[in-house]
T-cell receptor, first 116, second 116 residues
Framework: AQSVTQLGSHVSVSEGALVLLRCNYSSSVPPYLFWYVQYPNQGLQLLLKYTSAATLVKGINGFEAEFKKSETSFHLTKPSAHMSDAAEYFCALLAISNFGNEKLTFGTGTRLTIIP | DTGVSQDPRHKITKRGQNVTFRCDPISEHNRLYWYRQTLGQGPEFLTYFQNEAQLEKSRLLSDRFSAERPKGSFSTLEIQRTEQGDSAMYLC??????????????FGPGTRLTVL
């Protein structure tokens, strides 16, 4: 079975500090991995995705993530946190069924708080 | 333009009533997905359409739930005889190209259902 684990349901960082949000996955096939952000009362917005082209993936708003197969990880980072980064972040794994159907399996999310 | 839109944004209903939600995907997107998100959790896959064909349904989608995409454009999700456990955010997403692996899913703002 394919699954995603996000370590830390809440993370607080100071404005200007490094943001690190952790995601580990389990997959029996080469994974496709995503990070989405959700602001209050809104839908999910794609930050970045890994589709095996490059292990370091750059996304929007200064975020990036590195795929590490040996560690089964896909952690999200940003060098300098901004107040506008406060939101819920979801790591997701694309599961592909035997019929070729695609669906996202999400982690439980990490709420990021930025301390002024 | 236009992203994925959902209507209504909020719905409050009494237990036992039927409700119907609508999703309008991005124009020309072939794939349409429904997910459910409960408080403190990541979204969970419910069902998936390619054009008008419903290709997969989750075990979460009990027989009280039905989804349609009659002309391959907008979709509706109906819940009959609602229960308090149905209270959640219902998210719709669409993606463009069924022939492109891991095509980005674009999410709508969601419909928040509260069952009293």
């Amino acid at each position: 079975a394919q699954s995603v684990t996000q370590l830390g349901s809440h993370v607080s960082v100071s404005e200007g500090a490094l943001v690190l949000l952790r995601c580990n996955y389990s997959s029996s096939v080469p994974p496709y991995l995503f990070w989405y952000v959700q602001y209050p009362n809104q839908g999910l917005q794609l930050l970045l995705k890994y589709t095996s082209a490059a292990t370091l993936v750059k996304g929007i708003n200064g975020f990036e993530a590195e795929f590490k197969k040996s560690e089964t990880s896909f952690h999200l980072t940003k060098p300098s946190a901004h107040m506008s980064d406060a939101a819920e972040y979801f790591c997701a794994l694309l599961a592909i069924s035997n019929f070729g159907n695609e669906k996202l399996t999400f982690g439980t999310g990490t709420r990021l708080t930025i301390i002024p | 333009d236009t992203g994925v839109s959902q209507d209504p944004r909020h719905k409050i209903t009494k237990r036992g009533q039927n409700v119907t939600f609508r999703c309008d995907p991005i124009s020309e997107h072939n794939r349409l997905y429904w997910y459910r998100q409960t408080l403190g959790q990541g979204p969970e896959f419910l069902t998936y359409f390619q054009n008008e064909a419903q290709l997969e349904k989750s075990r979460l989608l009990s027989d009280r739930f039905s989804a349609e995409r009659p002309k391959g454009s907008f979709s509706t999700l109906e819940i009959q005889r609602t229960e308090q456990g149905d209270s959640a955010m219902y998210l719709c997403a669409s993606s463009l190209d069924p022939d492109r692996r891991a095509d980005t899913q674009y999410f709508g703002p969601g419909t928040r259902l509260t069952v009293l």
